[in-house]
């Protein structure tokens, strides 16, 4: 299925197209809000393991309802090293689009995209409310994409001598 | 459904016979506090399971959030690589507060570890290696947030508290398959 394009902004003066990303897989995470209450939280994870999206030259692109000056800071605090895109007017379109957007809260859904170099949908999941999804899901698709490649090996962390 | 890869080996951080019937491994990060409350609830649930458990920790330091937590996390493998990885680790979560290098000195050496050795090992990050493979394992297993519990390979979505915990822990496999669906 042909993912519906969109454009966002990414910061008060930038905005980002799924399009853009045409040729490359694209991640699109979904996700309620900014500064939710628990540290360890989703975004932070996903930033942590970056290197694990770049392996198969993927774009994370995460999306809520929060404004572009609200993810600004809340990037900054976190150090994140990919967009978060503001799906902020009108309220939370994309996510409707992406059928991710509960309107009960007014917020997105925890759901997660895989969009192929065609842009196409490969794979998406939604996560239970109160669930952090995790990476797994996401690379076992991207890897999925790359059919005849080997599987990314890893060189196994060598045996520590205790004495 | 998110399960625990690799699985465990005896190359792991293990409290507790690895032929344990129950598995517990944390994907940790020594500066977040709600590990440091974990790791009071696993000492509790240690004390009430005794060998029936196999307790195993790694490393999942979001060093966005959490700049002090990936060096942490090389002196608990530094003090490993001397036989004392969970006297650290012990110390680490002792106080969360005190994870700046000097800290970290001063558990080493009351620790008795070769501060030479440990110094090196921290200036030359020689276990950050090791390290980034536990995070590698945490990405590829579904960790999505910390701590991140797997109870018997399984990623155990349920509250961190001790109640629920034990309650997970103890619960007949056969129950366990059909709460995973």
Redesign the interface.
């Known amino acids: 299925m042909e993912a519906p394009d969109f454009t966002l902004k990414a910061t008060p003066d930038q905005t980002v197209s799924l399009s853009d990303f045409r040729g490359r897989p694209v991640v699109l995470a979904f996700y309620p809000a900014d500064w939710s209450p628990v540290c360890g939280d989703q975004m932070s994870v996903y930033n942590q393991i970056l290197d694990e999206f770049r392996t198969h030259d993927a774009q994370l692109l995460a999306i809520s309802t929060d404004g572009v000056w609200c993810h600004l800071a809340f990037a900054r605090d976190r150090r994140l090293g990919f967009p978060l895109l503001a799906d902020f007017e009108p309220k939370g379109a994309v996510g409707r689009t992406y059928g991710a957007y509960d309107d009960r809260e007014g917020v997105c859904e925890r759901a997660l995209f895989v969009i192929d170099g065609d842009g196409r949908i490969a794979w998406s999941y939604l996560s239970p409310s109160g669930v952090n999804p995790g990476a797994d899901g996401i690379l076992a698709a991207l890897e999925r994409l790359r059919p005849g490649e080997p599987p990314q090996t890893r060189p196994r962390q060598q045996h520590e001598t205790h004495p | 459904m998110?399960t625990l890869?690799p699985t465990l080996d005896p190359?792991d951080h293990l409290r507790g016979p690895l032929s344990a019937p129950i598995q517990l491994v944390e994907f940790g990060?020594y500066e977040?506090?709600?590990?440091g409350q974990a790791h009071r609830t696993i000492a509790a649930l240690r004390a009430a399971l005794g060998d029936r458990l196999c307790f195993a920790f790694r490393h999942?330091?979001?060093?966005?959030?959490?700049p002090h937590a990936e060096l942490a996390a090389q002196a608990a493998e530094a003090a490993?690589?001397?036989?004392k990885f969970w006297d650290m680790h012990d110390l680490l979560y002792g106080d969360q507060r005190a994870l700046s290098l000097p800290h970290l000195e001063r558990h080493a050496r009351a620790l008795g570890l070769d501060m030479e050795r440990f110094a090196d090992d921290l200036r030359s990050h020689r276990h950050l290696?090791?390290i980034r493979?536990h995070?590698?394992s945490?990405?590829?297993?579904?960790?999505?947030?910390?701590?991140?519990f797997f109870i018997n390979g399984r990623?155990h979505?349920g509250a961190h508290d001790f109640d629920s915990l034990l309650a997970a822990l103890t619960m007949d496999p056969t129950e366990r398959l059909q709460a995973h669906g």
């Open positions: 998110s890869k190359d990060d977040c506090p709600y590990c999942f330091p979001l060093v966005g959030a959490h490993g690589a001397q036989g290696g090791k493979a995070v590698h945490g990405a590829i297993s579904g960790v999505g947030g910390t701590p991140t990623r979505d």
